[in-house]
């Protein structure tokens, strides 16, 4: 069975720095992995796909790498801004999609 | 292109109460979900459905069922219920193009459902 760790559960760090988010799964044999971001009381949204055969996708200020072999991707957010605030959730497929608890990021102004 | 629509928005439920969540994409998606999320926790998978005519059960399917007529359409039914179906429950849909550029999960708005 797919689990999905993010870690940390929650961040703060003030506005202006660079930041990783991490995300690990169990079962390597996944067909692509989604990044997807939660603002309080709303739905998600995605923010990164990448593919089972790529390594990194960037969009913007924000640019995530996956490792199938080591089980792990990460979100890298570049000169965080208030606006970044949110629940980053991290989510692997299969033939269903697997969630992680997700990230609460607070940036401080 | 609306994508991946739900009503209602917000419901509440007496205990024991029945009713239907609607879910509707107008994607031509192939594969659709259920998930709920409960306060502070991330998504569980309620049931999928691979295509009209199939569905199957997710992690957390107790309480719910489906049904899956049409490729736009997958209501989700609460037949009795109970306090502990409190929660958010999101539909999305996807291509089903396994593992290809395009193959991601859409998300409807959510709907917001207190059971008392």
């Known amino acids: 069975k797919q689990e999905v760790t993010q870690i940390p559960a929650a961040l703060s760090v003030p506005e202006g720095e660079n930041l990783v988010l991490n995300c690990s799964f169990t079962d390597s044999a996944i067909y692509n992995l989604q990044w997807f971001r939660q603002d309080p009381g709303k739905g998600l949204t995605s923010l990164l796909l990448i593919q089972s055969s790529q390594r990194e996708q960037t969009s913007g200020r924000l640019n995530a790498s996956l490792d199938k072999s080591s089980g792990r991707s990460t979100l890298y957010i570049a000169a965080s801004q208030p606006g970044d605030s949110a629940t980053y959730l991290c989510a692997v497929l299969n033939e269903k999609l697997t969630f992680g608890t997700g990230t609460r990021l607070t940036i401080i102004p | 292109n609306a994508g991946v629509t739900q009503t209602p928005k917000f419901r509440i439920l007496k205990i024991g109460q029945s009713m239907t969540l609607q879910c509707t994409q107008d994607?031509?998606?192939?594969?659709m979900y259920w998930y709920r999320q409960d306060p502070g926790m991330g998504l569980k998978l309620i049931y999928y459905s691979v295509g009209a005519g199939i569905t199957d059960k997710g992690e957390v399917p107790n309480g719910y069922n489906v049904s899956r007529s049409t490729t736009e359409d997958f209501p989700l039914r609460l037949e009795l219920a109970a306090p502990s179906q409190t929660s958010v429950y999101f539909c999305?849909?996807?291509?089903?193009?396994?593992?290809?550029?395009?193959?991601?999960?859409?998300f409807g708005p959510g709907t917001r459902l207190t059971v008392l």
């Open positions: 994607m031509n998606h192939n594969y």
């Open positions: 999305a849909s996807r291509r089903g193009v396994a593992g290809g550029p395009r193959d991601e999960q859409f």
